[in-house]
């Protein structure tokens, strides 16, 4: 069983920047894929970025391209994703998600991934 806790997550202006982290238990995070979504106020949980096991593969959602950045650290095993330039529209709670299968490849359905944290949530004001 693996367990995931976000943490980061916060109030912040139009324009900052916020780092979410997710720390990993319960299983080997070196060979796991992982993924960040997100929930807005009455939408559905959309893709935000995703990384393969050894972090070489990273993609993103394209709302999000160029702003947000995906990294892990697999000695400590955290996810992290570093966002910048944050819109009003980003608001949502922010999950963490672990993906046990083919993980060398880029996945960006929520239905590929197995275990989930609790979300972490952030708040951007304009």
């Known amino acids: 069983q693996v367990q995931l806790v976000e943490s980061g997550g916060g109030l912040v202006q139009a324009g900052g920047s916020l780092r979410l982290s997710c720390a990993a238990s319960?299983?080997?995070?070196?060979?796991?894929?992982m993924g960040w979504f997100r929930q807005g106020p009455g939408k559905e949980r959309e893709f935000v970025a995703t990384?393969?096991?050894?972090?070489?593969?990273?993609s993103y959602a394209d709302a999000v391209k160029g702003r947000f950045t995906i990294s892990r650290d697999n000695a400590k095993n955290t996810l992290y994703l570093q966002m910048n330039s944050l819109k009003p529209e980003d608001t949502a709670k922010y999950y963490c998600?672990?993906?046990?299968?083919?993980?060398?490849?880029?996945?960006?359905?929520?239905?590929?991934?197995?275990?989930w944290g609790q979300g972490t949530q952030v708040t951007v004001s304009s």
């Open positions: 998600a672990v993906r046990r299968t083919d993980p060398y490849s880029i996945k960006i359905r929520s239905i590929a991934y197995d275990y």
């Open positions: 319960g299983g080997t995070f070196s060979s796991f894929a």
């Open positions: 990384i393969t096991s050894g972090g070489n593969l990273r």
